[in-house]
């Protein structure tokens, strides 16, 4: 599929310069619309560790042309390792099945990179740091931001995040707020020279494989990022500091010690390999389906509408996909009258998939943190039996899930939904003259 260029070029303001953010930018930007793009961290830069891209992201990469760059220093995963958390016995291997594409692990900051190099050096999008959005007006659009100043488009797409301004504006009340779930992660990652010298560790670095190590509560999922030269470590555990904000902060080294106490070695000697005294830790949060994610010509996109749980490493690839949506229905209108129409779309082509996706991740969590009895001895047995082709319990490693997962098209769904809605758009008119 060749990038429809815009028939009617827009003025879109984008909310954010997150993944999603910067996705849209790309994307839209290509297309010939023009882009200015608010934020309001001082500058420019992702945080966090490892991230997947999966098949599906993947696709819509190489169609932007940012590929080469991911490839430049992404890892392509060939195996899926789980293990068991106690002694780390092998439960399974799922490979990767390539029909839909690699699956391939990057650092997040590399991504990000990617994706912002592409976007700025086009001349039609600009970001504005230090841009801090307190508040949209939907007809005529317009976003305000703390500073005073009021920008004006032909539509806004907030990638604004989990705790999203626009997002209460839009929906006028304050039934989005965020909820912890009562999860948090540690994120880890350890330079190749310090793994080395252990011939297990070594092991694990230099093979094109993610573990997943399974337990009461908790799971560990873990893989080499910049060309083996980093090693990534997610390790989800209950949240021990009950409700609250949802937040990026540090933690004692001292707490992730105490919560893998007891784990497979290999555990105990990733951990054992932190040098700081801290940890980034994650708290994970979500909010409910919202009843709506477009108002006029706004809308909302990533995080914004649907956070989720990263257990199957969806959260990226949903907003990224949002993106693809946006920027192909928005390139399909023929005249700003049906802005309006191409949101509907969007949000016609997006919600169900995204809000499955997210549940996905919620189930997910119940069958890796299974507490060890009846229940979780029936799961490994399944997986034990899963080599012989049966349904994986794991969602992420499960074949069936992988090609509802992987073998989704977002600008193709985007586009027949666009076609379906034209043509009843259109019987519609004929049937009234
Ligand atoms: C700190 C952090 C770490 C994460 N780590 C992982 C991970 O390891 N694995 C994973 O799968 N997912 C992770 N996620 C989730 C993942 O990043 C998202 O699912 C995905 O990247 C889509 O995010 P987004 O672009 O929608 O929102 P975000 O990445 O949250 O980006 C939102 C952007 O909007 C900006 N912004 C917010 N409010 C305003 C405003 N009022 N005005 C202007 N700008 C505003 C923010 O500064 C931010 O740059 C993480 C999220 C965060 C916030
Ligand atoms: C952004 O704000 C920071 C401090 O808050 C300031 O140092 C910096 O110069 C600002 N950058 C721009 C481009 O306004
Ligand atoms: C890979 O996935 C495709 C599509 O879902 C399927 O037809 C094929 O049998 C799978 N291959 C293997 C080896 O599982």
Same mark, same amino acid.
């Given at each position: ?181 009562? /999860? @948090? =992660?540690?994120?880890?990652? $350890?330079?190749? #020279?310090?793994?080395? !010298? ?5 092991? +694990? ?116 996909? /949002? @993106? =693809?949506?946006?920027?192909? $229905?928005?390139? #399909?209108?023929?005249? !700003? ?5 191409? +949101? ?90």
């Amino acid at each position: 599929m060749g990038l429809t260029r815009a028939k009617v070029p827009l003025d879109v303001i984008v909310v954010g310069v997150g993944l999603g953010g910067v996705a849209a930018a790309l994307t839209l930007g290509l297309r010939g619309h023009n882009v200015i793009v608010l934020e309001s961290a001082p500058k420019l830069m992702e945080v966090g560790a490892g991230i997947q891209v999966s098949p599906n992201m993947l696709t819509l990469l190489d169609r932007w042309g940012v590929s080469p760059s991911i490839h430049a220093r992404d890892v392509s995963l060939e195996r899926i390792h789980i293990r068991r958390w106690q002694n780390g016995q092998l439960l399974g291997t799922m490979p990767v099945n390539k029909t839909h594409g690699q699956q391939v692990v990057i650092h997040r900051a590399d991504l990000h990179k990617s994706l912002a190099d592409s976007a700025l050096a086009l001349p039609n999008v600009e970001l504005r740091i230090n841009s801090t959005v307190s508040g949209v007006t939907f007809s005529p659009v317009s976003v305000s931001l703390t500073t005073g100043t009021v920008i004006t488009g032909d539509v806004v797409i907030a990638a604004d995040g989990i705790k999203s301004t626009v997002r209460g504006h839009l929906l006028g009340d304050g039934s989005s707020s965020p909820i912890p779930t009562g /999860d @948090a =992660a540690y994120r880890i990652t $350890l330079p190749r #020279s310090t793994m080395e !010298r252990d011939p297990d560790l070594k092991r +694990l670095i230099d093979e094109p494989a993610a573990t997943r190590w399974i337990g009461p509560a908790r799971h560990i999922v873990a893989y080499p990022l910049r060309k083996h030269e980093l090693f990534n470590v997610v390790l989800v555990h209950p949240d021990r500091r009950g409700v609250g904000e949802c937040w990026t902060t540090r933690s004692p080294k001292q707490s992730m010690v105490d919560d893998y106490c007891g784990w497979d070695p290999v555990v105990t000697k990733l951990i054992g390999l932190v040098s700081e005294e801290e940890v980034p830790e994650w708290k994970l949060c979500l909010h409910r389906p919202l009843k709506t994610w477009t108002r006029g010509c706004v809308a909302l996109m990533g995080d914004a509408c649907h956070p989720m749980l990263p257990y199957i490493a969806q959260g990226t690839a949903q907003a990224v996909e /949002d @993106a =693809a949506a946006l920027g192909i $229905l928005l390139s #399909s209108i023929s005249t !700003r009258s049906e802005i309006p129409l191409a +949101l509907k779309v969007y949000e016609k082509s997006r919600k169900r998939r995204a809000e499955t996706v997210q549940q996905s991740g919620s189930d997910n969590r119940i069958t890796l943190h299974l507490p060890d009895g009846p229940q979780q001895e029936a799961r490994d047995k399944q997986f034990r039996a899963c080599r012989l082709g049966g349904t994986n319990p794991d969602r992420w490693s499960d074949p069936e899930m992988q090609q509802y997962l992987w073998g989704w098209d977002a600008e193709k769904a985007a586009l027949q939904a666009w076609d379906e809605r034209r043509g009843r758009v259109l019987r519609e008119m004929r049937h009234r003259l």
